[in-house]
């Protein structure tokens, strides 16, 4: 294991920083408004409020459009800000405790970025044609645009070469720019695209400066764990989880979900997933259940089980959005945040104070970072589970029926949180309730 020691202790607020503060939506130097960044400050404290022990940033390098298409790594976006911008905010979550963890686009790059607009102009004799899987028509030269490999299809989103040690030299000098400004680890966007073997040289080598960082690769579905332990990260995104909990809510079938948990407990042997119900890449929770009722339990089983887990932000406002197949399909999904914490509506409060709840008992309970899970009682609609690490344990129970329900306490005496009731060594759950024992 090359996870760091205060991943164990880490909770993460993600937020995607164009959406958050209003950008435009395509690049421009002169912004509506400029050091827009600098509104992140005004909500760190909202962030520690919450039980967050970090932020985890979606892109703020230089982009052509939603931040995913970098033109220049060692620039800060001017819809966001300024270096400066940058220290002052790593300052000032660092002041509170808080981690950062950046957004690394390594797999592919904008059409506006340096070396291949070389390519543009001078052909296949470009000094970074290498860069880039291309395809050239006969007699090319320069001024002549090659076919080129793209990312999923998106013609505006160049892949890289990860074969190049030139783009091996260069994700290494991103990432060491970076975390020495303050930055504590990276999220590897679209990790799964990219050879293993990159990572695992890159990671080595960035570590020998920064032992501490922390690397975590998107991965969707595939063996995370051979990924992960191939690539020399620390965490991969839990996708499979994310799918069960509202899968198994939405269908009353907690057979699904407690299949994932049985899964989960398997790579929990080998590192501690990034968990989550919600990214900037999907449907909100709160739009993803057919029954807003639910919505508790699928927070009971991200902050109960192990892993590292992250909260979107809006998540915990209750904020609705729905990802569409199209182009601004993201738009509802990464929406622009309020001037401060005093503006938000008091709508959300009841779900801001349900993640302050169950983040306060996982932040109680560090030890849950790696815990197991042992499923104690399933059926479509009830499930009790055993999170367990060493001599630590608790009892969790859940209830996605409209019927009061009667769950074997299995010694567990102690309600530490939810609706839950002990009577004769059972639990009592109210419809749709859920407990958390000790």
Known sequence: MTEPDWVQHAIWWQVYPLGFVGAEKAATSDPAAPHRLLDLVGWLDYAVELGASGLALGPIFASETHGYDTTDYFAVDYRLGTLEDVDTLFAEAHRRGLRILLDGVFNHVGRSFAPFQEVLAAGPEAGTASWFSLDWPDG?????????????????????????????????????????????????????????????????????????????????????????????????????????????????????????????????????????????????????????????????????????????????????????????????????????????????QPVFALHQELIGLRRRHPWLHRATTEVLQLSNEVLSYRAVDGDDSLMVALNLSGAEQRVDAGGASTVLGGQAAVDNGAVILPPQGWGVLD
């Not at 509202?246 to 790579?267: I, K, Q």
Request: glycine share 10%.
């Open 140 to 348: 090319a030269g320069p001024g002549v645009e090659p076919g080129y490999r793209d990312f999923e299809g998106h013609h505006h989103l160049v892949a890289l070469n990860h074969a190049e040690p030139a783009v091996t030299d260069l994700v290494v000098e991103v990432m060491q720019f970076w975390l020495d400004r303050g930055a504590d680890g990276w999220r590897l966007d679209a990790a799964y695209a990219v050879p293993a073997s990159f990572w695992a040289e890159v990671t080595a080598r960035v570590r020998v400066s920064h032992p501490e960082a922390y690397f975590v690769g998107e991965y969707i579905h595939g063996d995370y764990a051979a990924e992960v332990a191939a690539g020399g990260l620390d965490s991969a995104t839990q996708y499979e989880l994310w799918k069960a909990v509202w899968s198994s809510l939405n269908d009353g079938n907690f057979f699904e979900l407690a299949a994932a948990l049985d899964r989960h407990t398997v790579l929990l042997g080998s590192f501690a997933p990034l968990t989550f119900v919600g990214n900037h890449d999907v449907t909100r929770i709160s739009s993803k259940l057919d029954d807003a009722r639910l919505l508790p339990l699928a927070l009971v089983v991200l902050l109960t089980v192990g892993g590292t887990p992250s909260v979107y932000y809006g998540d915990e406002q209750g904020y609705r959005g729905v990802k569409e197949d199209r182009i601004g399909g993201d738009d509802d999904i990464r929406p622009l945040f309020p001037p401060s914490p005093e503006d938000l509506s008091a709508i959300g």
